[in-house]
């Protein structure tokens, strides 16, 4: 199985897991006739449309060991597989590991420069308010144009970075 493979297989355990605990956390508590006990109903939950706290606890154990084990082996590739990358700004050989790092730096980054860009369009009759003009003024340190030229590079060598990363996802199996 490759890594894109097994991403999806990981996202859709995920929400089975979601689903089953979810299931168990609705059904924990159960409406039943006041004249019977609890065990009395569970010798037939199915009467009552009753899952049994264990068995479903049972299904969530055995679903969390599952994406417990694919985690560790897209881990394990992540940090064994080495690829050569040429990129703005990096040529070099790095781990899949660290590929993802870079994308999520760049995609942190991108979000600070998009923050800043909002901030001067939005923000500034509030400045205005908080200093006096006649004692002092606010400036930024960038226009909105040199803000926006930063978030155009960034923009460009994280989706190269991406590219990469998306091919290695294709073409990279799972190590066991």
């Given amino acids: 199985m490759n890594i894109n493979s097994a991403l999806k297989k990981l996202k859709i355990l995920q ?9 168990r956390q609705e059904g924990f508590s159960v409406t039943i006739p006041k004249t019977m006990k609890l065990d009395d109903v569970m010798k037939n939950p199915g009467d009552f449309k009753i899952i049994p706290f264990a068995e479903i606890t049972a299904k969530i154990g055995k679903l969390a060991t599952e994406i417990s084990g694919l985690k560790e082996q897209l881990q394990k590739t992540n940090v064994t597989t080495i690829l050569p990358v040429r990129v703005d700004g990096f040529d070099g050989e790095i781990t899949l590991a660290r590929l993802k790092l870079m994308v999520d730096e760049f995609r942190s980054e991108l979000k600070q420069m998009d923050t800043l860009k909002r901030g001067r369009v939005f923000f500034p009759a509030a400045r205005k308010m908080l200093t006096s003009e006649d004692e002092e003024k ?10 926006e030229a930063m978030i155009k590079q960034l923009d460009d060598r994280k989706r190269a970075l991406e590219d990469v990363l998306e091919k290695a996802n294709f073409e990279t199996r799972l190590v066991d």
Wanted: glycine residues 0%; proline residues 0%; without cysteine.
């Fill in 138 to 147: 606010t400036v930024d340190q960038l226009d909105t144009l040199e803000i």
């Fill in 15 to 23: 929400n089975e897991l979601t689903r089953l605990e979810t299931i």
